[in-house]
């Protein structure tokens, strides 16, 4: 699972950071090409001889050699790496990592990483259940990093409890699971974010969605494997570079760039919150505010996931609903009369979930009648649910 890979082992400053050459050493044995990134205290509690021997490559710990002036291109490290394995992660690099500050080269590199980040908390128990740390955690969970969870034993303190650094052996075990890219090969085809609906230059119809579902699934498709075409609305987001993204305003849009692409794929997730209605007439002026009422002609949008339900072959098709009232029943209906394969529900009465914010909570109903449900986490960790569940029928 980890031949060939190249990993950037990054360790801060923790009395854990003595396993970090042990860690090493698995990872080379397992086929791994391993550079190492330290913070400049972790010298403090191992050498960078004995890492730069283990890893048989040059240890980074500094911007530029201070003899020579050379730099140790951050970039180029992070581009190079097929993830980056933070063992361990101390409080102070975690805060810094969820905070933006960005003063020394491993956190650079931690910037500018565009694949898989892993991190393994380690300290003591009081320090670990902070408030303030277990936030910064939750916060790196919903950039995408992947928790490493801490275990419970014996602490440097002499105490005993939660946070002590996982085992070696259970970290690399963890992250052969993760790479796992059983939908290598398989093309998918997401969508994401709202669509907007113009009632003339200035104004439009449209929803609260923030697209950051679908973007969560299109990143996390990648790291799997997969070859990912993203239909996205109206978004800030950005994704990883190597889905192909169409971005689309409307409805009609959006169908359009559905239907162009859906008889080449074998799985479509429909995340995108899609206006089911669009004016009659879009103005090509801006209407000009009157005291009087204003009257705007709606008319259905064309359905998608409908269409799409009607001319399935060989795809799987999962689809999305958002309910205010009578939630499971309504997912039911929709999951049958639009012909899909699984269903994910969203419901606004769960505090965290729906549009705009980092977490979610869902159910998901498959056609064989089996229901999943699951506690409100980030979106990076519903869309790892989402791909778990819905994996072994897809590939």
Not at 254 to 274: G, L, T
Not at 284 to 310: A, M, V, Y
Not at 352 to 367: D, E, M, Q, V
Request: charged residues 25%; aromatic residues 8%; neutral net charge.
């Amino acid at each position: 699972m980890l031949e060939g890979k190249n990993v950037l082992l990054a360790i801060s400053a923790s009395i854990a950071a003595y396993k970090s050459a042990f860690l090493c050493r698995i990872l080379i044995k397992k086929g791994a090409n391993v550079k190492v990134l330290m913070t400049p205290q972790s010298a403090d509690f191992i050498t960078p001889l004995t890492l730069s021997t283990l890893s048989k490559n040059p240890v980074y710990k500094d911007y530029y050699k201070t003899d020579t002036g050379e730099w140790n291109n951050h970039v180029d490290l992070a581009k190079w790496a097929d993830f980056m394995l933070l063992a361990p992660a101390t409080e102070n690099t975690l805060a810094k990592m969820a905070k933006g500050i960005c003063d020394n080269l491993l956190l650079a590199c931690y910037f500018s990483m565009e694949n898989r980040v892993f991190f393994a908390p380690s300290m003591d128990l009081d320090m670990f259940k902070h408030p303030a740390n277990q936030e910064n955690i939750a916060k790196l969970q919903s950039f995408g990093n992947i928790l490493i969870p801490a275990e419970y034993g014996e602490l440097a303190s002499g105490l005993v409890g939660e946070g002590r650094m996982a085992d070696v052996e259970n970290i690399v075990a963890f992250v052969e699971k993760q790479m796992e890219q059983k939908w290598k090969g398989v093309k998918v085809l997401l969508t994401a974010g709202p669509t907007y609906e113009a009632i003339d230059p200035v104004r439009f119809i449209g929803n609260h969605s923030s697209g950051k579902m679908g973007y969560a699934l299109a990143d996390e498709l990648i790291l799997r494997g997969a070859e990912v075409t993203l239909v996205s609305g109206p978004t800030s987001l950005s994704t990883n570079p190597k889905v192909k993204v169409h971005s689309v305003v409307s409805a009609s849009e959006m169908f359009e760039k559905v239907e162009s692409n859906y008889q080449d794929v074998d799985v479509v997730i429909m995340s995108a919150a899609v206006s089911d209605y669009t004016p009659v007439t879009a103005y090509d002026r801006k209407i000009k505010k009157k005291e009087d009422s204003l009257n705007i002609q709606l008319q259905p949008t064309k359905d998608i996931l409908k269409f799409l339900g009607e001319n399935k072959k060989k795809q799987k098709l999962i689809g999305f609903a958002l309910e205010t009232d009578n939630e499971l029943a309504n997912a039911k209906v929709k999951l049958e009369r639009k012909n899909l394969d699984f269903i994910v529900l969203n419901s606004m009465q769960d505090k965290g979930a729906g549009f705009g914010g980092n977490t979610n909570k869902i159910t998901i109903l498959s056609k064989d009648n089996k229901q999943f449900e699951f506690e409100l986490k980030t979106k990076a960790e519903v869309a790892i649910d989402i791909l778990n569940t819905i994996e072994p029928y897809c590939v």
